[in-house]
């Protein structure tokens, strides 16, 4: 079996690739809360401050693979405490590559689409970022050190990712929503904000087929339309069955405290199409696979 150490395991992404991770390896979760263990999985409680424990549990677990999605994700929440994010973001991504280039562990890093500026889409894996926010930023010089640390690496740009999370809310837009219009409660999406989504399951698949096989560089998991937020809303209220008038179009300069955005950061996925089993989907399809999880977990 090969050990896989996962960072963030309560996290949405995270909970995506604990689920999907199938008897070839054992993971090791690492996170500040409470997990599950079963004979694969074992569950480390982890403060990511704390590098000394990192090198300790290098040492102990041996990863031959790691996948790393700890972040803080809150675009909104980075813009006000810069310091926690640049900590998280940056500091913890810098000794988890200096730790995998020494122990000839194979990094895998989870960046985003938000890197680019908006105005050149779609972009591909060689285009040039263009941070319009301090999260972005954050990711960008992440990004750098992963490249440079000479640790085997796949830097993973994620789009935006739509599906309900295994522990908690997590970092899921999808199930806020879905509980808002059960609520029966408007939910405002922007219209001039246009993005690639993935489905967190077709993500968990393809972070570990290339945790799995020998690719490195960088990848662009996207799904395969470009979809402004408002729209994306309203695909996902009709295939939910709920009130798809409750998604009102909304201009983000009037959603108070919202950190600019780009506008349009699809990504082309030609790339991971090509190289990967794992087939990137359009959004129908990628919600019929986050219902039939979300049933599959009921019965
Ligand atoms: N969701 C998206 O649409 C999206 C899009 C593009 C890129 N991404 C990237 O994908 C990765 C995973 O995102 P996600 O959506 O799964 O986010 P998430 O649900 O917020 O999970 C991130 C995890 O990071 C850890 N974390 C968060 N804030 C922290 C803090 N201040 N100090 C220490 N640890 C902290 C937590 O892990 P524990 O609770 O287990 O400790 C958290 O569950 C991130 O790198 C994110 O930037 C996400």
Redesign the pocket.
């Given at each position: 079996m090969k050990r896989l150490l996962l960072?963030?395991?309560?996290?949405?992404?995270?909970?995506s690739v604990l689920r999907q991770a199938d008897a070839q390896w054992t993971v090791h979760a690492?996170?500040?809360?409470d997990g599950f263990v079963t004979s694969r999985v074992h569950w480390h409680h982890?403060?990511?401050r704390g590098a000394r424990e990192l090198s300790d549990l290098f040492r102990t677990v041996r990863p031959e693979v790691v996948v790393?999605?700890?972040?803080?994700?809150?675009i909104d929440y980075c813009e006000t405490h810069r310091e926690?994010a640049r900590q998280?973001?940056v500091e913890l991504t810098r000794a988890l590559a200096e730790l995998c280039a020494v122990h000839g562990a194979k990094l895998v890093f989870?960046?985003?689409?938000?890197i680019f500026d908006g105005e050149h889409a779609p972009y591909r894996e060689g285009d040039t970022a263009g941070p319009v926010n301090f999260?972005a930023r954050t990711?960008v010089e992440a990004e750098q050190i992963v490249a440079q640390s000479g640790a085997p690496a796949v830097i993973a740009?994620?789009?935006?990712?739509v599906g309900l999370?295994v522990f908690g809310a997590?970092?899921?837009?999808l199930a806020k929503m879905v509980a808002a219009l059960r609520a029966g409660r408007a939910v405002p999406m922007p219209t001039n904000e246009i993005r690639t989504p993935i489905d967190v399951l077709t993500l968990g698949r393809a972070l570990l087929e290339l945790a799995d096989g020998p690719h490195t560089g960088t990848f662009h998991l996207a799904g395969n339309e470009s979809l402004s937020r408002f729209e994306m809303g309203r695909r996902i209220a009709t295939r939910f069955d709920l009130p798809t008038q409750l998604v009102v179009a909304t201009d983000p300069a009037r959603m108070p405290g919202r950190a600019r955005r780009a506008r349009d950061v699809s990504l082309d996925n030609a790339k991971a199409r090509v190289q990967l089993s794992t087939p990137m989907l359009n959004l129908d399809p990628a919600l019929d696979l986050v219902l039939k999880c979300a049933g599959d977990a009921r019965s």
């Open positions: 960072t963030g395991a309560r996290g949405f992404v995270a909970g690492l996170s500040r809360g982890f403060d990511p790393h999605t700890v972040a803080v994700a809150d926690e998280v973001n989870c960046s985003t689409d938000t999260y990711k740009r994620l789009a935006l990712v999370p997590g970092n899921s837009f």
